[in-house]
């Protein structure tokens, strides 16, 4: 009896390795075949059965797209030429008239005449022009005071407000440093090699000294666009980190918040884009503390920090699926599984919001409820079913989703919510591009004024604003002691 039960627990022993080996075999091969699939394979994740959903980049090639024409025989593929877009009638235009020496008829000698013309045009491009403006200020004194050897009060004409007093800088030159650096990921040291071509000796330490006095002029307009973005009813919110080198080892982030929508539109919700430096930390203090006392839905993907703040926290389905793509992608090839039944699940729930985009928030949310509601409770019920091995790229992605459920399913209580946070994650990209080229910070300063100068770009371009042209006018008034934080409000400036 012994020796039986000693046999079974063997068997069992055996059999609890096998299964250890293979997890740890299905482990391998998908980390195999996910690192095969991120060297070789497309980033995209775009899933067959949506169409036109995640290639919406792809739209702008349709000019350009081939056109197949089937025959009896064979296919046929004919390229349709690309369609030239025209240039803006307002652009400033040199005529330059071509006309032929020769005016006579080389068939019968007589003199020809005009019977029309044919234009064409060419885009020509004139390099950024600088010039001095060299202020000169009337000084007048009193004859009749200096002949009575009296003082002598002299008047001088006052100097124009400047950003910066006492700097050679305008407004114009310090959006121009602002934009080139912040929107056009441009570092200073290239800026400084671009004024040496027109023989101006500008130190990038200048530049980076006059970007420091000027996040000081835009921190009222940064503190209102605060005020305003704490009043919405959602509010995105998401996080990269960002290396500042005179800081000790531990990781920093840049945080960004935002509200409405990318680009302008008929919503009374205002497009705000903010981001906030914290050092050395992503704690949830960091959400909590910029936030306050914000009650209103917040929008985020699983990082648990956000956690600590007092909304109410809305998930992310872009996150979600991003999971279930990875599983896919771990799949053997060619082959279709439960990943692709999850995915078709979110497809559907996609396909449903582009459907509504347009409608109001009280019809989204009479829809969501009627139509999204049973295709969550069945994308739900099949999580609940699914055993799969916890450790398993697929496993990992039915944890996320069963853990974040309560988060993911939020959107449908609310017309105004999303679907997912692609609104946060595109209002970081400008930040992630440009620190692929200046690398990183120097200092806590530094790395503040960052944050503030990409909080009045972003905010400008969700707008629909210029931002060289909102900068250099901001400047101009925030110079002056009498001016209108409201009337700077990017949704209420007025540039002619």
Not at 282 to 288: D, E, I, P, T, Y
Not at 295 to 305: F, H, R
Not at 385 to 394: A, E, F, M
């Amino acid at each position: 009896m012994t020796t039986e039960t000693t046999l079974h627990q063997r068997i069992a022993q055996l059999e609890r390795l096998l299964a250890e080996k293979d997890a740890r075999l299905l482990f391998l091969e998908e980390q195999f075949r996910l690192a095969q699939q991120r060297r070789f394979g497309v980033s995209s994740e775009a899933h067959p059965a949506q169409g036109d959903l995640f290639n919406e980049a792809e739209k702008a090639l349709d000019s350009s797209e081939d056109i197949i024409e089937e025959t009896e025989t064979n296919t046929v593929t004919v390229k349709k030429k690309p369609i030239r877009q025209k240039l803006p009638k307002d652009l400033p235009r040199e005529v330059i008239v071509h006309d032929i020496d020769d005016k006579t008829c080389d068939c019968c000698g007589n003199e020809l005449h005009q019977m029309g013309e044919e234009r064409s045009e060419k885009l020509d491009f004139i390099p950024a022009q600088v010039k001095v403006i060299e202020h000169v200020r009337l000084k007048y004194s009193c004859r009749t005071c200096e002949q009575e050897n009296t003082t002598t009060k002299i008047k001088i004409a006052p100097l124009p407000a400047s950003p910066i007093p006492k700097s050679i800088a305008t407004a114009t030159l310090l959006s121009q440093i602002i934009t080139s650096k912040y929107q056009y990921a441009l570092p200073l040291y290239r800026q400084e090699s671009l004024f040496k071509q027109y023989g101006i000796e500008l130190n990038r330490k200048t530049m980076s000294d006059w970007l420091m006095k000027c996040t000081h002029l835009f921190e009222p307009l940064y503190q209102q666009l605060k005020n305003t973005l704490l009043t919405q009813q959602v509010i995105h919110a998401d996080e990269t980190p960002v290396k500042v080198i005179n800081e000790d080892k531990s990781k920093s982030y840049m945080w960004v918040y935002c509200t409405g929508t990318d680009s302008p539109s008929k919503s009374v919700i205002p497009n705000i884009i903010l981001y906030d430096y914290q050092h050395g930390s992503r704690a949830g203090l960091c959400v909590a503390n910029y936030l306050k006392d914000f009650t209103g839905y917040l929008q985020v993907d699983g990082y648990a920090g956000y956690e600590k703040t007092t909304a109410t926290l809305v998930g992310c389905w872009a996150h979600a699926r991003r999971k279930f793509i990875e599983a896919q992608k771990a799949q053997p090839k060619g082959k279709t599984g439960k990943a692709d039944m999850a995915l078709s699940f979110i497809q559907k729930l996609y396909r449903l919001e582009i459907s509504i985009k347009n409608k109001t928030c009280d019809e989204k949310y009479q829809i969501r409820q009627a139509q999204a509601k049973p295709i969550l409770d069945k994308f739900y019920a099949w999580l609940e079913k699914t055993n799969i091995v916890p450790s398993s790229h697929l496993g990992k992605a039915i944890v996320y989703s069963k853990n974040q459920w309560h988060k993911l399913i939020r959107y449908i209580d609310d017309g105004h919510l999303n679907i997912d946070n692609n609104r946060a994650e595109r209002a970081v990209k400008p930040f992630v591009i440009g620190r692929k080229n200046w690398l990183f910070c120097n200092t806590t300063k530094g790395a503040n004024a960052s944050a503030m100068l990409y909080s009045i770009i972003e905010t400008a371009k969700a707008n629909g604003l210029i931002p060289f042209d909102y900068i250099a006018y901001c400047l101009e008034q925030l110079s002056r002691k009498d001016y209108d934080i409201e009337q700077l409000l990017p949704w209420n400036v007025k540039i002619s």
